[in-house]
Nanobody, 121 residues
Framework: QVQLVESGGGLVQPGGSLRLSCAAS????????MGWYRQAPGKQRELVAA???????NYADSVKGRFTISIDNAKNTVYLQMKSLQPEDTAVYYC???????????????WGQGTQVTVSS
């Protein structure tokens, strides 16, 4: 079994910064990609950023130029550096991992518990 543990959320003023971390542990044979999603009240969950184990990245248009995703393959950990935060960034942020857990598919999804990010003055 695989577990994802997130940290780094909190309350920040507009224009401020936060760094989220997500560490994967358990039966991990290899990681294909990891990413961050967010869900604001009354809205659907959306992809914020994703990164492959090789370092290729994808960003939502709304965060391009402000957020940076990175991965430490040795630690099975993904990070999201968030800068110039705005109230519309307020949401629960969820870590996701696409990995091989030893099963036949070689590609399975796991989710973290979520961490609250609140941007308010």
């Amino acid at each position: 079994q695989v577990q994802l543990v997130e940290s780094g959320g909190g309350l920040v003023q507009p224009g401020g910064s936060l760094r989220l971390s997500c560490a994967a542990s358990g039966s991990i044979f290899s990681i294909n990609a990891m990413g961050w999603y967010r869900q604001a009240p009354g809205k659907q969950r959306e992809l914020v950023a994703a990164i492959t184990s090789g370092g290729s990245t994808n960003y939502a248009d709304s965060v391009k130029g402000r957020f940076t995703i990175s991965i430490d393959n040795a630690k099975n950990t993904v990070y999201l550096q968030m800068k110039s935060l705005q109230p519309e960034d307020t949401a629960v942020y969820y870590c996701n991992a696409d990995l091989w857990d030893g099963g036949p598919s070689m590609s399975d999804d796991y989710w973290g518990q979520g961490t609250q990010v609140t941007v308010s003055s």
